[in-house]
Antibody
Framework: EVQLLESGGGLVQPGGSLRLSCAAS????????MGWVRQAPAKGLEWVST????????YYADSVKGRFTISRDNSKNTLYLQMNSLRAEDTAVYYC??????????WGQGTLVTVSS | VLTQSPGTLSLSPGERATLSCRAS???????LAWYQQKAGQAPRLLIY???SRATGIPDRFSGSGSGTDFTLTISRLEPEDFAVYYC?????????FGQGTRLEIK
């Protein structure tokens, strides 16, 4: 059974940093592209970033480009999202998901990031 | 831009639901997906490629459409189907989602 477990969310001040992790199990992690999607409180879904299976290609939404970095450690079956220069508008639940040919196949339960002073 | 309609749909169990997703530009190769999200839960993939059901999705869910107009149909609503539904296009960059349709019990 595919399992994705996010961690690392919490309360951070504007301008601060946070690193999210997503531990994957139940599938061959190093053969799947992965991604992050976020959802602000009571709002819809917003794509954040995706990374290829090997980690060599990364893609970002304009809203986070230059501030967020996606990476993965295939030896640890773990996906990461390094978030710097955080803003109030980055407040959201962040989901990691398998990224299969453009759509998101299986999702984690999400981790809440709150940016506030 | 993906525009979903209606914003809220009120129906009773056993009825047929028709949800619309309209794109401002043609979605290449029907690269459109649908997701279901229940309160407090992560989204779940229902449909990809406009009409292919994801693994484990009941056949009362069906997707159709091409170009700029896409439809998710739930043939006979079950109590567990009342949720928010999102469409997503992946035919062009960036990936985008619609704003969602809330399906509520009448």
């Amino acid at each position: 059974e595919v399992q994705l477990l996010e961690s690392g969310g919490g309360l951070v001040q504007p301008g601060g940093s946070l690193r999210l992790s997503c531990a994957a199990s139940g599938f061959t992690f190093n053969t799947y592209a992965m991604g992050w999607v976020r959802q602000a409180p009571a709002k819809g879904l917003e794509w954040v970033s995706t990374i290829s299976a090997g980690g060599g290609s990364t893609y970002y939404a304009d809203s986070v480009k230059g501030r967020f970095t996606i990476s993965r450690d295939n030896s640890k079956n773990t996906l990461y999202l390094q978030m710097n220069s955080l803003r109030a508008e980055d407040t959201a639940v962040y989901y990691c998901a398998n990224y299969r040919a453009g759509f998101f196949d299986c999702w984690g339960q999400g981790t809440l990031v709150t940016v506030s002073s | 831009v993906l525009t979903q309609s209606p914003g809220t749909l009120s129906l009773s169990p056993g009825e047929r639901a028709t949800l619309s997703c309209r794109a401002s530009q043609s979605v290449s190769s029907s690269y459109l997906a649908w997701y279901q999200q229940k309160a407090g839960q992560a989204p779940r993939l229902l449909i990809y490629g406009a009409s292919s059901r994801a693994t484990g999705i009941p056949d009362r869910f069906s997707g159709s459409g091409s170009g700029t107009d896409f439809t998710l149909t739930i043939s006979r609503l079950e109590p567990e189907d009342f949720a928010v539904y999102y469409c997503q296009q992946y035919g062009s960059s960036p990936i985008t989602f619609g704003q969602g349709t809330r399906l509520e019990i009448k």
